[in-house]
């Protein structure tokens, strides 16, 4: 059981290790590291519990609205228009080098869709 106030909830985690004891590990929701939130300007923010944060910036999107694209968080595919192009500065390149991911434009569907923290430890790489 969950660790919150009602002795009948469970966790996600919870649910798929009882009814579904098969399920490959990459797919067993675990507590996740990070926070991302969505910014004023379209971009994200993307924070370690307790650390640091790293902006990414929206930047123009090219090419067909009907090109099918990948999110880079979640792993959740669509066409071109449910998307968001963000970058990132790498840190110490003094504004020379981005790291550039595309995210789904529902920051809480993405979120709550996301299984690790993979991508998002690559893109803080470097920042503290």
Not at 17 to 29: C, H, K, V
Not at 75 to 81: F, I, L, T, Y
């Amino acid at each position: 059981m969950s660790d919150g106030d009602d002795p009948n909830s469970y966790t996600a985690r919870e649910i798929v290790l009882e009814f579904f004891p098969a399920t490959p590990q990459r797919l067993i929701p675990r507590p996740s590291a990070y926070s991302v939130r969505f910014a004023e300007d379209g971009g994200r923010v993307v924070r370690r519990r307790g650390g640091s944060a790293l902006k990414l910036q929206p930047i123009p999107s090219a090419g067909r609205e009907g090109t099918h694209l990948c999110c880079d968080l979640c792993s959740w595919s669509g066409p071109r228009r449910d998307f968001d192009t963000l970058r990132a500065e790498v840190p110490g390149s003094d504004g020379r080098r981005f790291r550039y991911v595309i995210v789904c434009r529902d920051p809480d569907a993405c979120e709550a869709r996301r299984l690790d923290d993979a991508v998002l430890e690559r893109l803080l790489q470097g920042v503290d």
